[in-house]
T-cell receptor, first 113, second 115 residues
């Protein structure tokens, strides 16, 4: 069975500081991993996804994530936080059939001016 | 504009009063799904549909029904809502069922309160 664990339900960073949001996965098959962002009162929007190939994945708004099989991790980073990055972030993995998504519990990012 | 729409966006109801939340997508997607989002639990899948007339249970289907009579619509039905169904609900769609690399596109959410 597939699952993801997000460490840290709340993360605060100063504007301009590095953003690091952690996601570890468990999967019985090679994982397909996603990061979504949810701004207040909105639906989820895809930031980036890892399928196969390059392990460093670049997404929108300057975010990137690195797939590390040895650590079963897919952490999300951004070199310099902006106020507009304040949102909730979800890591997700698909089932081995591709018919279900399993989401983490989310990490709420606060950016301090 | 490609989108998933949900109605209503906000709903307050009472225990036992049947309700339907509609979901529609204009991307000709085969796959559609319903999730509920609760604090500390993330998103959990309620039901999904691989195509017209094909639906299946997700992880938390109890107390919910769905139907898929048309490709674009996937309504969520609560026959007898209870307070533990108070939640934020999202509908999502994706292009091809069974393809693990397909991302899902989400609607704006429906906040349901059951008194």
């Amino acid at each position: 069975a597939q699952s993801v664990t997000q460490l840290g339900s709340h993360v605060s960073v100063s504007e301009g500081a590095l953003v690091l949001l952690r996601c570890n996965y468990s999967s019985s098959v090679p994982p397909y991993l996603f990061w979504y962002v949810q701004y207040p009162n909105q639906g989820l929007q895809l930031l980036l996804k890892y399928t196969t190939g390059a392990t460093l994945v670049k997404g929108i708004n300057g975010f990137e994530a690195e797939f590390k099989k040895s650590e079963t991790s897919f952490h999300l980073t951004k070199p310099s936080a902006h106020m507009s990055d304040a949102a909730e972030y979800f890591c997700a993995v698909t089932s081995n059939t591709g018919n279900q998504f399993y989401f983490g519990t989310g990490t709420s990012l606060t950016v301090i001016p | 504009e490609a989108q998933v729409t949900q109605n209503p966006r906000y709903l307050i109801t009472v225990t036992g009063k049947k309700l339907t939340v509609t979901c529609s997508q204009n991307m000709n997607h085969e796959y559609m799904s319903w999730y509920r989002q609760d604090p500390g639990l993330g998103l959990r899948q309620i039901y999904y549909s691989m195509n017209v007339e094909v639906t299946d249970k997700g992880d938390v289907p109890e107390g919910y029904k769905v139907s898929r009579k048309e490709k674009r619509n996937f309504p969520l039905i609560l026959e007898s809502p209870s307070p533990n169904q108070t939640s934020l609900y999202f509908c999502a769609s994706s292009a091809t069922p069974g393809q693990r690399y397909n991302e899902q596109f989400f609607g704006p959410g429906t906040r349901l309160t059951v008194l």
